[in-house]
Nanobody
Protein backbone atom coordinates (compact mmCIF):
# COMPACT_ATOMS: atom_id res chain seq x y z
CA UNK A 1 0.00 0.00 0.00
CA UNK A 2 1.25 3.42 -0.92
CA UNK A 3 1.43 6.14 1.67
CA UNK A 4 2.28 9.81 1.33
CA UNK A 5 2.84 11.92 4.44
CA UNK A 6 3.16 15.69 4.29
CA UNK A 7 4.83 17.83 6.93
CA UNK A 8 6.17 21.32 7.38
CA UNK A 9 3.02 23.41 7.47
CA UNK A 10 2.38 26.09 10.03
CA UNK A 11 1.51 29.70 10.76
CA UNK A 12 3.78 32.32 9.19
CA UNK A 13 3.67 35.99 8.30
CA UNK A 14 3.42 37.43 4.82
CA UNK A 15 6.83 37.43 3.15
CA UNK A 16 8.09 34.43 5.11
CA UNK A 17 9.18 31.08 3.69
CA UNK A 18 8.22 27.48 4.40
CA UNK A 19 9.38 24.16 3.06
CA UNK A 20 6.87 21.35 2.88
CA UNK A 21 7.96 17.73 2.71
CA UNK A 22 6.18 14.69 1.29
CA UNK A 23 7.55 11.35 2.41
CA UNK A 24 6.55 8.34 0.30
CA UNK A 25 6.36 4.74 1.43
CA UNK A 26 6.92 3.14 -1.96
CA UNK A 27 10.39 2.04 -2.95
CA UNK A 28 10.20 3.00 -6.63
CA UNK A 29 9.66 6.67 -5.93
CA UNK A 30 11.67 7.66 -9.00
CA UNK A 31 8.92 6.19 -11.21
CA UNK A 32 6.27 8.52 -9.82
CA UNK A 33 5.25 11.91 -11.05
CA UNK A 34 4.72 14.01 -7.94
CA UNK A 35 2.50 17.06 -7.59
CA UNK A 36 1.38 19.51 -4.96
CA UNK A 37 -2.16 20.81 -4.70
CA UNK A 38 -3.82 23.09 -2.19
CA UNK A 39 -7.33 23.72 -0.97
CA UNK A 40 -8.04 27.18 0.42
CA UNK A 41 -10.87 27.48 2.96
CA UNK A 42 -14.22 27.12 1.23
CA UNK A 43 -12.69 26.63 -2.21
CA UNK A 44 -11.87 23.84 -4.63
CA UNK A 45 -8.57 22.00 -4.66
CA UNK A 46 -6.12 23.70 -7.01
CA UNK A 47 -2.87 22.81 -8.70
CA UNK A 48 0.35 24.23 -7.25
CA UNK A 49 3.32 22.35 -8.77
CA UNK A 50 4.30 19.14 -10.51
CA UNK A 51 7.54 17.34 -11.24
CA UNK A 52 7.46 14.62 -13.89
CA UNK A 53 9.08 11.30 -13.03
CA UNK A 54 11.20 10.91 -16.16
CA UNK A 55 12.74 14.28 -16.80
CA UNK A 56 12.08 16.21 -13.62
CA UNK A 57 10.27 18.76 -15.75
CA UNK A 58 8.34 21.15 -13.55
CA UNK A 59 5.20 23.21 -14.03
CA UNK A 60 3.56 25.90 -11.92
CA UNK A 61 0.48 28.08 -12.20
CA UNK A 62 1.06 31.81 -12.56
CA UNK A 63 -0.12 32.38 -8.98
CA UNK A 64 3.01 30.72 -7.52
CA UNK A 65 5.51 30.83 -10.39
CA UNK A 66 8.77 32.39 -9.24
CA UNK A 67 7.90 31.94 -5.56
CA UNK A 68 7.40 28.17 -5.19
CA UNK A 69 9.83 25.41 -6.19
CA UNK A 70 9.12 21.69 -6.30
CA UNK A 71 12.00 19.26 -5.90
CA UNK A 72 12.57 15.65 -5.01
CA UNK A 73 15.19 13.36 -3.51
CA UNK A 74 14.59 9.89 -4.90
CA UNK A 75 17.14 8.35 -2.52
CA UNK A 76 15.07 9.62 0.40
CA UNK A 77 11.68 8.94 -1.23
CA UNK A 78 10.78 12.53 -0.49
CA UNK A 79 9.40 15.46 -2.45
CA UNK A 80 9.56 19.06 -1.32
CA UNK A 81 7.77 22.32 -1.94
CA UNK A 82 9.82 25.39 -1.14
CA UNK A 83 7.51 28.37 -0.70
CA UNK A 84 9.01 31.86 -0.60
CA UNK A 85 7.45 35.31 -0.35
CA UNK A 86 4.28 33.82 1.07
CA UNK A 87 1.05 35.79 0.77
CA UNK A 88 -2.19 35.56 2.75
CA UNK A 89 -3.86 34.09 -0.34
CA UNK A 90 -1.48 31.11 -0.08
CA UNK A 91 -3.37 30.04 3.05
CA UNK A 92 -4.65 26.52 2.41
CA UNK A 93 -4.26 22.85 3.22
CA UNK A 94 -1.46 21.56 1.01
CA UNK A 95 -1.52 18.03 -0.37
CA UNK A 96 1.05 16.01 -2.23
CA UNK A 97 -0.08 13.49 -4.81
CA UNK A 98 1.56 10.80 -6.92
CA UNK A 99 0.94 8.79 -10.05
CA UNK A 100 3.21 6.13 -11.47
CA UNK A 101 4.72 6.72 -14.92
CA UNK A 102 2.34 9.64 -15.30
CA UNK A 103 2.65 12.86 -17.24
CA UNK A 104 2.77 16.17 -15.45
CA UNK A 105 -0.98 16.51 -15.06
CA UNK A 106 -2.53 19.52 -13.32
CA UNK A 107 -5.79 17.70 -12.66
CA UNK A 108 -6.35 16.19 -9.19
CA UNK A 109 -8.40 13.38 -10.72
CA UNK A 110 -5.35 12.02 -12.52
CA UNK A 111 -3.52 11.16 -9.30
CA UNK A 112 -3.90 7.84 -7.55
CA UNK A 113 -2.16 8.55 -4.27
CA UNK A 114 -2.67 11.38 -1.81
CA UNK A 115 -1.34 12.47 1.53
CA UNK A 116 -3.48 13.69 4.40
CA UNK A 117 -2.51 17.33 3.93
CA UNK A 118 -0.64 19.92 5.95
CA UNK A 119 -2.11 23.30 6.82
CA UNK A 120 -0.39 26.55 5.91
CA UNK A 121 -1.68 29.85 7.29
CA UNK A 122 -0.16 33.13 6.19
CA UNK A 123 -1.06 36.19 8.24
CA UNK A 124 -0.92 39.71 6.84
Amino acid sequence: QVHLVESGGGLVQAGDSLRLSCAASFGTFSRYTVAWFRQPPGKEREFVAVMKWSSSTTEYPDSVKGRFTISRDNDKNTAYLQMNSLKPEDTAVYYCAGRIWGSGSQSPGDYNYWGQGTAVTVSS
